[in-house]
Structure formats: C-alpha cells, structure tokens
C-alpha cells in the first residue's frame, strides 16, 4: 500500500500541474494566481466529493474512530496531499518570496496528511477535516477570481465574502472543534492529535483575519451608502 500511495501522491503532483498549464493555455491574458484559483477550486470540489463518498455512516460521519483507514480513504488524502503540494510550489512561485502564514497552513496540513497516510489510521477523521476543511473554499476562490474579473466592491462579490465567511465560520469554529476532540479523545497517534489541534489554531488564526474582513466590508459598505444618500 505504501509504495502505491508514494506512486499516487507523485502522479497527483505531475497532475495538478499539468492541469494548471491546461488552465493557463486556456486563459492566457489571466493572471498566475487567477488560474491557479480555478485549479484550486476544482480540488476542492473534488476532495468534498471524494470525502463524502467514503463516509460509511452518515449517522455518524467519522466512525469508526481512530481505525484502520479504508483504501478510498487513503486515495482521497493522497490526491490532497499531493494537491497541497503542488499548491504550496504555486504560492511560493507566485508570491517569489515565503508567505508566513500560507507556508505554515500548508505545511501543517501537509504534515497531518503524510501523517495518517503514514499510519494508515484515523483515515474517518482526516477525511472529516478534509470535507470541513474545503467546503468553503469554493466562495473563497470565487471571491478573489470576482474581483480580477472587474466586480470588486460590488453586489456579488459583498454576497461572496459574505458566503464564504458564514461558511467557514460554521465549518471551521463549530464542526471543526467537536472534530478535534473527538480526535483528541479517541487513541491517536500523538503526532496526529498534535496536526488536528495545530489545524484547529491555524483555522482560528484565519477566522479572525476573516472576521476584520468583514467588518472592514461593511463599514465600507455602510460609508459609501451615507456618502450616496448625501449627494
């Protein structure tokens, strides 16, 4: 299993690349991070799919705890890990110099990942924080795409980033808790406990740059109404 998952994780790299190229032929005259967010939202489309798909219970979405990790489990983190991966070059790429905050959430994630892959366990919670994890990465994409298609600081866009921090907020800082101490609870590996609550931090840190966001939105917002209404 270990030398298919190693061959699958470095097909998944060739691949995410190879399909960022495709994007970027189809959309030449968008910019480096436009097409990578188009790549990036197909991921997260994929990895909510796959996640569902390997859910056993709906009842109890991940039971059995602390198990061994199912083949279409391991598939679905390999094809996540390998997309980090390739993402993580992306940034770094794009960026030309280390993201602080980026590099530490991909690298966390990476690590939490090749972790259960390692094991071969706690493949119902890592599949969980997957699908909590990339259900509201669709809007954030979609919020940064808006705006190189010339609607920032519109209707849609505000509707967006509304969405997308409602989601998040209900993802991250209501399921993504009670996933952590289920995790924390169940018999882990120790490594595994430590990359869920090091997720769980990175996911706070980010909810509270949302939170200023969003307030920054609407007292924008709320302005530039008073400003209309006075003239």
């Not at 679905?76 to 794009?94: Q, R």
């Not at 690298?107 to 990339?134: H, P, Q, R």
Request: hydrophobic content about 50%; charged content about 15%; some cysteine.
């Amino acid at each position: 299993m270990e030398d298919y998952i190693v061959k699958l994780v470095v097909s998944g790299v060739i691949s995410w690349a190879s399909a960022f190229m495709v994007v970027r032929r189809m959309f030449p005259k968008r910019s480096f991070g436009f097409c990578n967010r188009l790549v990036s939202t197909i991921h997260a489309t994929l990895a909510v799919t796959l996640s569902s798909l390997t859910v056993e219970d709906w009842r109890c979405p991940v039971c059995p705890l602390a198990s061994k990790s199912s083949p279409k489990q391991m598939q679905t983190l390999a094809v996540t890990l390998a997309y980090l991966i390739y993402d993580l070059i992306c940034c770094l790429l794009e960026d030309k110099r280390v993201n602080l905050d980026n590099s530490i959430h991909h690298l966390v994630s990476i690590v939490g990942i090749g972790a259960g892959l390692f094991y071969e366990m706690c493949g119902s919670e890592m599949v969980a924080s997957l699908w909590i994890t990339e259900i509201s990465s669709p809007f954030l994409h979609l919020r940064e795409l808006l705006k190189e298609l010339g609607y920032r600081d519109t209707d849609l866009n505000l509707t967006v980033d509304m969405l997308f921090a409602i989601i998040f907020t209900i993802a991250r800082m209501i399921c993504g808790p009670c996933l952590v101490y289920v995790t924390l609870s169940a018999s882990n590996p120790l490594l595994i406990k430590a990359m869920a609550l090091g997720l769980q931090l990175v996911s706070a840190f980010w909810f509270f740059k949302i939170a200023r966001m969003v307030k920054y939105k609407m007292t924008k917002r709320t302005k530039s109404k008073a400003v209309a209404s006075s003239l």
